[in-house]
């Protein structure tokens, strides 16, 4: 496993975001996947988010990004889904008749953190610390 550093740390931090479409519409196809992958890919680098896998259903993505400490994620993923939402829009026009009222994304989103020793492993070395062998 590589760690990620910079001056004064080493990091490594994984998340998986799902975001879904407002009222669970099936609005995603494949052109509409590829085109809002393209956008992740465009806004992340200015968030210091980088990412690692993509895919989707008719109604949702799942996506899976590397970040820096210093990453903004909840604004990050505000304007992400503020431009894919504008874009998606306007690049396919037929999007908006799977859509409630003018609404892409719901508002509410799934982050987990991921990757790594499972917490309870975790749990137990934090615990074991100190103690002699």
């Not at 998340?15 to 806004?43: C, G, M, Q, T």
């Amino acid at each position: 496993m590589e760690l990620d550093n910079n001056a004064h740390s080493v990091f490594l931090l994984y998340y998986h975001l799902v975001l879904v479409v407002k009222y669970r519409r099936k609005a995603f196809d494949d052109n509409i996947s590829d085109r809002a992958k393209e956008i992740f890919e465009y806004i992340s680098p200015k968030y210091n988010i980088t990412l690692q896998e993509w895919n989707h259903d008719v109604d949702h993505v799942h996506i899976v990004f590397k970040a820096h400490p210093k990453s903004e994620i909840s604004k990050f993923i505000n304007a992400y889904k503020s431009a894919s939402s504008r874009l998606l829009k306007k690049e396919f026009p037929e999007i908006r008749k799977k859509l409630w009222k003018d609404y892409f994304w719901s508002q509410s989103f799934c982050l987990l953190t991921t990757g790594g020793a499972p917490i309870e492993v975790i749990k137990k070395y934090i615990q074991s610390q100190g103690e002699k062998l």
